[in-house]
Nanobody
Framework: QVQLVESGGGLVQAGGSLRLSCAASGTTSSLYFMGWYRQAPGKQRELVAT???????NYADSVKGRFTISRDIAKNSVYLQMNSLKPEDTAVYYC???????????WGQGTQVTVSS
């Protein structure tokens, strides 16, 4: 059973920066997949950025050039550096992880990011 704990959310003005962190526990193996998703009020959860073991990353078009995902494989942690934040980035951000290529996906409890205009 993998547990994910996010931190780093908060309130920031437009143009500002935040760094989200997610630490995984409950496994001693390196996780195949870790990533970030977000859900704004009244909207579906959407992919923000993902990092697959081996170094492959993927970003939503809306955050390319502003957000950077990184991982500490040894610590089974993933980070999301968010720069040039916009009000439309306001959402609950969820950490996600999958131990194997195929199998169960785990989710964190979410952390609120609010960007004021």
């Amino acid at each position: 059973q993998v547990q994910l704990v996010e931190s780093g959310g908060g309130l920031v003005q437009a143009g500002g920066s935040l760094r989200l962190s997610c630490a995984a526990s409950g496994t001693t193996s390196s996780l195949y997949f870790m990533g970030w998703y977000r859900q704004a009020p009244g909207k579906q959860r959407e992919l923000v950025a993902t990092f697959i073991s081996g170094g492959s990353t993927n970003y939503a078009d809306s955050v390319k050039g502003r957000f950077t995902i990184s991982r500490d494989i040894a610590k089974n942690s993933v980070y999301l550096q968010m720069n040039s934040l916009k009000p439309e980035d306001t959402a609950v951000y969820y950490c996600s992880a999958r131990p194997q290529v195929i199998g169960r996906t785990y989710w964190g409890q979410g952390t609120q990011v609010t960007v004021s205009s």
